[in-house]
């Protein structure tokens, strides 16, 4: 877990883990040069199995990330965010699944999403098989970060997650791990995922980051081997909705001429698809409704 500033929703999540049935795990914990109550907050917990770092500086979460896989020491590390939540079996159902499928190199669980106020507002039900959640990589992300767990060594031997991106660095380690071995996926729900307007992902001002990490992730998912058919096309379409949703970001940060290459790149991809969505508006969805 790495936390920057998360004193709201930070007591659930660490309370969650620390109330797993399986208990034999180190509870590794990335104070990310916090400025609020953060540092309080961990220090009111005492527990043993909790590996406390704090950073001098604010780091990236890859970096952050990679900081705690270098001093783990388990066979499996588990994600969690600082504002998501655990269910109390979630570290006992995917130890057992990784324990009994040990070609499996990813594995992640369904997940419920809740508001800021802990509420229920949906679910995710990712593909179970592993060719199904190959595939899936060509167009999307089946695995919820909070939710994944993985080989160390795997990782580790990939020289962690990838410090070129500094919000999709899940994803092109995902992409990486489907290279080498297979995927595997939990039907229960075990994390709960909150959805709230802090996050510093959904933040409008970082959309054209976003949008050029997510590019150049699919654009090299399209190039797994193995892929169907089926994949790939939908995997074309949405690296066309990308340039398009980057080109709004782009436009609404005043760079014409940048936006206008990204709806070409698009156009490119995806003629029809394109057309049809720039007609209907739907090309600046990346942008918030006031801003559209």
Not at 63 to 77: E, F, M
Not at 78 to 100: G, H, I, M, N, S
Not at 221 to 245: D, Y
Request: aromatic letters at 6%.
């Amino acid at each position: 877990m790495s936390v920057l500033n998360g004193q709201e929703f930070l007591r659930p999540a660490v309370e969650s883990v620390l109330a797993q049935t399986f208990a034999d795990f180190e509870f590794i914990i990335i104070d990310n040069a916090s400025r609020d109550q953060t540092p309080a907050i961990l220090d009111s917990y005492q527990d043993a199995r909790v590996v406390r770092i704090r950073n001098d500086r604010v780091l990236s979460l890859t970096q952050s990330l990679n900081k705690g896989l270098q001093i783990a020491r388990g066979d499996y590390v588990a994600r969690l965010d600082a504002d998501d939540v655990a269910a109390p079996v979630r570290l006992a159902r995917q130890v057992e699944f990784l324990d009994r499928n040990s070609d499996v190199l990813l594995a992640g669980s369904a997940v419920r999403v809740i508001d800021e106020h802990g509420r229920v507002t949906g679910r995710i039900d990712p593909p179970q098989a592993s060719g199904s959640l190959y595939n899936a990589l060509a167009w999307s992300n089946p695995f919820v970060h909070s939710a994944a767990i993985f080989r160390r060594e795997a990782v580790v031997g990939l020289g962690g997650y990838p410090e070129t991106y500094v919000y999709a660095q899940d994803l092109a380690l995902w992409i990486e791990l489907a290279l080498r071995g297979k995927l595997g996926m939990v039907a229960e729900p075990l994390v709960d995922l909150r959805e709230h307007g802090r996050q510093a992902t959904q933040a409008p001002d970082l959309a054209v980051t976003r949008n050029r990490e997510m590019i150049a992730i699919f654009g090299a998912a399209q190039q797994l081997p193995g892929l169907s058919g089926e994949a790939r096309r939908h995997g074309r379409l949405h690296l066309a909705t990308l340039h398009c949703l980057l080109a709004g970001a782009l436009l609404a940060s005043g760079r014409f001429a940048a936006a206008v290459r990204e709806l070409l790149h698009g156009l490119y991809l995806a003629p029809l698809f394109c057309t049809r969505r720039a007609l209907a508006g739907r090309w600046r969805v990346a942008l918030p409704k006031s801003h559209a």
